[in-house]
């Protein structure tokens, strides 16, 4: 049974930063593509961050240059540390996993954890 258990998300003020952990149980880790992904109330899922099983980075514009995607394999575990934020990162942080090759599309995602909320005050 694979899980994905979020944390690290809290309250925090426009500029500061947070570091985002996904601990993940269940499957040969390594192999898998990690991907961050964030819902504001009443919007639409949106990609974030992708890290591949070769370590391989993709970032959404918006926080290019901002946030860093990282893993480490042996700890099971994805990052997203998030420097600069803006109240516009305001949202449900989710992590989610497919195997190998890493995509922006959610639908492409086979497992998802339940998600730790990001809130950036102005």
């Known amino acids: 049974q694979v899980q994905l258990v979020e944390s690290g998300g809290r309250l925090v003020q426009a500029g500061g930063s947070l570091r985002l952990s996904c601990a993940a149980s269940?499957?040969?880790?390594?192999?898998?593509?990690m991907g961050w992904f964030r819902q504001a109330p009443g919007q639409e899922r949106e990609f974030v961050a992708t890290?591949?099983?070769?370590?391989?980075?993709t970032y959404t514009d918006s926080v290019t240059g901002r946030f860093t995607i990282s893993r480490d394999n042996a700890k099971k575990t994805v990052y997203l540390q998030m420097n600069s934020l803006k109240p516009e990162d305001t949202a449900v942080y989710h992590c989610?996993?497919?195997?190998?090759?890493?995509?922006?599309?959610?639908?492409?995602?086979?497992?998802w954890g339940q998600g730790t909320q990001v809130t950036v005050s102005s």
């Open positions: 989610a996993a497919r195997p190998i090759a890493a995509t922006t599309q959610a639908a492409d995602y086979d497992y």
């Open positions: 269940g499957l040969t880790f390594s192999t898998y593509a």
């Open positions: 890290i591949n099983w070769r370590d391989s980075t």
